[in-house]
């Protein structure tokens, strides 16, 4: 499809910042609502044809997403270190093409559930940490997962689980077919009274809106779909979004900085080309949807009169509470082949510890799944006591269609130390101020990633495993879900958005992203920023109609 084309001297209605989960949703919608739209994408935008499943270049080498030659970024545990980059790699990972990344996740699509959005009246202070409730609550956000399930496309099975929320809709898909790694691990979870239950997962099981089905290559998580299977915005909302020709998709295009007039509005983004030349573009208002890392310091190296701390910066909060999700499970061997390296990553998850509990003496809860990883990134997981190199190392390699991994994916808890703002010194390949990460887990998230593995070699151990390997549990040095940076709230003095996602300091300055999420909720967080994305954009739209923007 030919994109619809703007000049950088015309005022577009809208730009939006980013072409990921978010971008491709808040493009569509608003240009649907007939409404000029610019998306801007720093990375290339790539045919099906041109991903691939090289496990070195894709996860090593920096192939589809931000590589620390170009995006340096500097990383510390707490605010009285130093800061400095890592060796190889970035600490926050995200891709770096036409459809972000929604390209290559895993495509787990979890709800929140309703305990997601009052966390903080449920448990009350929590030392150390900012546990508040969401200005919104799941009913209100209800008919936009639902939105997303069927607008975007989604496998699964409704009622399936007794501890999902209640749904308006069954899911417009069935689920997956079920892996050896989910027979295994339904069959130990049950054996222990749990409840596991068909993945609901963003990846076609059959063809739906012109795009086939899962072909079971078995290499989701990190990698594009050249079938076209996965449910990114690359095939789903994009094209929908140029389809109305309003849209113009614009990649190769860094923005750096935020245009701002003297009455403190955004007036469009500056933004260096494919050849690095600078351009602005002109927009009546800018949307940010560039993740909960990226976004946060577009908005701190935006600084400029009036706004001298950064953009829609007035609380403060810009960069901080920034959350990952924390977890632990185990690796298991079995008796016979299980050849993992085939299908979707995850078919079957269990709810059953999504509730944290007072009893377990700590915060925290979440979900667990049954998955496998590529050879190379298998390969090198080595566990303690297996040999390295040589004849021990051979057989462990060779072992690799014998073994499956229980997952458990939870919560952290937002820390106001814990952020991302800028380096005084470390610059990227265009001579922008890089991003400096600070992150230190809560003792809580640390307790409860303990306790996951604890489960995690339970129900191996109940599913027959010959061999378990307990997850290691570490300090963080880094993570993929980059979530409350510029969170979601009633009071400008406590949040950067309110509860539709326009900053409360500068009028025509929308964001969303994972950065206006309040709560980390249990680590799969792409379908609620989906719906945050469907909801903020049908307001943004009503706004802009009335000429309140």
Known sequence: MVSKMYKTSETVDFVVVGSGAAGGIMARELSRAGHSVVLMEQGPR???????????KYRNLSGITNNPATNPQSFRHTPDETAKPMDGRN????????????????????????????????????????????????????????KVEWEVGVSGLAGASPFDPWRSKPYPMPPLPVKSSGVLFERG?????????????????????????????????????????????????????????????????????????????????????????????????????ANGSETPKLLLNSATNGFEHGLANSSGAVGRYLMFNKGGGAM???????????????????????????????????????RSGGPLTWGQSVPKGTAAWGQGFKEYLESYTYWMQCAGHGTSLAQENNRVDIDPELKDAWGIPAMRVTYKDHPDDVKHAKWQVERAVEIMDAAGASQIVPGEVGEANGGVHLLGTC?????????????????????????????????????????????????????????AKANEI
């Open 46 to 56: 790539l045919g099906p044809d041109q991903f691939e499943h090289d496990e070195l």
């Open 487 to 543: 969170r979601m709230g009633n009071d400008p003095r406590t949040s950067v958005v309110d509860k539709y996602n326009r900053t409360h300091d500068v009028k025509n300055l929308f964001l969303c992203d994972g950065s206006s999420m309040v709560t980390s909720g249990r680590g799969q967080p792409t379908q609620t920023i989906e719906a945050l994305a469907f909801r903020a954009a049908e307001y943004i739209s009503k706004f």
């Open 332 to 370: 298991a061997r079995f008796e016979h082949p299980l050849n993992e390296y085939k299908g979707a990553n995850v078919t079957r998850v269990m709810h059953d510890f999504y509730d944290s509990d007072p009893k377990r003496g700590f915060y925290g809860g979440g979900g667990f799944d049954a």
């Open 189 to 289: 979870a049950r054996k222990l009274g749990l409840h596991p239950f068909p993945a609901p997962m963003a990846i076609n099981s059959v063809f739906y809106k012109n795009r086939p089905p899962c072909a079971q290559c078995g290499l989701c998580g990190g990698f594009g779909c050249e079938v076209m299977a996965k449910s990114s915005s690359v095939w789903t909302m994009i094209p929908e979004a140029e389809a109305t020709g309003r849209c113009e998709v614009r990649s190769l295009s860094y923005v750096f900085r935020i245009g701002m007039d003297k009455t403190g509005r955004a007036t469009g983004v500056h933004y260096f080309d494919g050849k690095k030349v600078e351009q602005f573009q002109k927009a009546r208002a800018v949307v940010v949807c």
């Open 91 to 146: 600490p926050l990972t995200y891709a770096r093409v036409v459809g972000g990344s929604s390209t290559h996740f895993n495509a787990n699509f979890w709800r929140l559930h309703e305990i997601d959005f009052i966390e903080g009246s449920r448990w009350g202070p929590i030392e150390g940490a900012s546990l508040v409730d969401w200005p919104i609550t799941y009913a209100e956000l209800e008919p936009y997962y639902t």
